[in-house]
């Protein structure tokens, strides 16, 4: 592993750079998600289920972790994962020193710390705190077991927010204060990103504009975060879904389910990942005429309920 401090010109990309660490993480960033998935044969990658690490005491640990096997399609292994959560480093509540180990105990396979990047370092990262984060990464990060990520979500509050992971360094509002020099940075350090709670913000990425050299680099449209999906957020201002309008400006991103935790309960509060509409019930967001309610979820990222 080396290592690397500096900044750059500017001053505003700052970082440790963990390189062996960093390109070991990338494979399984190529699949962002939620849930992500790995075709593999069975018991290649992974075991069926997933050592569960000595935690808190308060806490009963799964005995088994989450079910490996995919139903849908023989010889595919699911991964479990939530690549978005926050501690006192941002906005969050929670000790950085305790995250990760938590996550792992609630029995994920890749946990990320994604702490903001806004202007100043003012409810969001300093260069000291992105360099610590690197290291609470690299000491939880166990091969084969349990993959920890370093990454941080840059924030503005009209155009959106973006996670960013696999970088060395990072950046923030007064170095990257639009999507298009967002989208160049990202591009020249090869990391890869999620639009985040697409529609909260009401420019929503300036509708999704895109930026043909930063297609393979956005990987993610998170559409469900903690209780809330975003299928249709931001319907009354745009006259489209997110997902549509995503996929329709040349993006191709997967779809993703996180926690976005900020307090201190790391891998154990409920993130949704499926929703299943009742179409006997209101539907709450604005939409299209007819569409079904989605307030009733009943699948979580929370490995043991997705047990079979």
């Known amino acids: 592993m080396t290592h690397h401090h500096g900044h750059d010109g500017a001053g505003h990309h700052h970082g440790t750079d963990h390189t062996h660490s960093e390109l070991g993480r990338r494979a399984v960033l190529a699949g962002a998600g939620g849930l992500l998935m790995l075709a ?59 995250a990760f180990q938590s996550m792992r105990d609630a029995g994920l396979d890749v946990a990320a710390l994604t702490d903001h990047a806004t202007l100043f370092g003012i409810s969001g990262l300093s260069k000291s705190e992105w360099d610590r984060t690197g290291v609470l990464a690299g000491a939880a990060d166990d091969p084969g077991d349990y993959t920890a990520i370093r990454g941080f979500e ?12 696999g970088t060395a360094n990072f950046t923030d509002l007064l170095a990257s204060g639009s999507m298009s020099n967002l989208y160049n940075w990202i591009n020249g350090v090869d990391g890869v990103g999620s639009f985040n709670h697409p529609g909260r913000e009401v420019q929503r990425f300036n509708n999704f504009s895109l930026s043909s050299a930063a297609v393979d680099n956005m990987v993610a449209l998170e559409m469900f975060n903690r209780g809330d999906d975003y299928l249709f957020d931001g319907w009354a201002d745009h006259g489209s879904s997110p997902l549509t309008a995503c996929l329709n400006a040349g993006w191709r991103t997967g779809l993703t389910g996180v926690s976005d935790e900020h307090g201190t309960n790391w891998g154990w509060t409920e993130g949704v990942v499926l929703r299943v509409s009742d179409p006997a019930q209101a539907n709450p967001s604005p939409g299209p005429a007819g569409h079904p309610c989605n307030d009733w979820g009943v699948a979580y990222a929370s490995p043991w309920w997705l047990q079979p």
Do not use: C, E, F
Request: zero cysteines.
């Open 154 to 165: 840059w924030s503005h509050p009209t155009l959106g927010h973006v996670n960013v992971w």
């Open 40 to 98: 593999a044969a069975p018991g290649s990658a992974y075991a069926n289920t997933t050592p569960i690490a000595a935690g808190s005491p308060a806490r009963i640990a799964p005995k088994s972790g989450a079910a490996r096997a995919s139903q849908l399609t023989q010889g595919t292994l699911l991964v479990h994962a939530d690549l978005h959560n926050h501690t006192l480093m941002s906005d969050g509540d929670g000790n950085p020193d305790l």
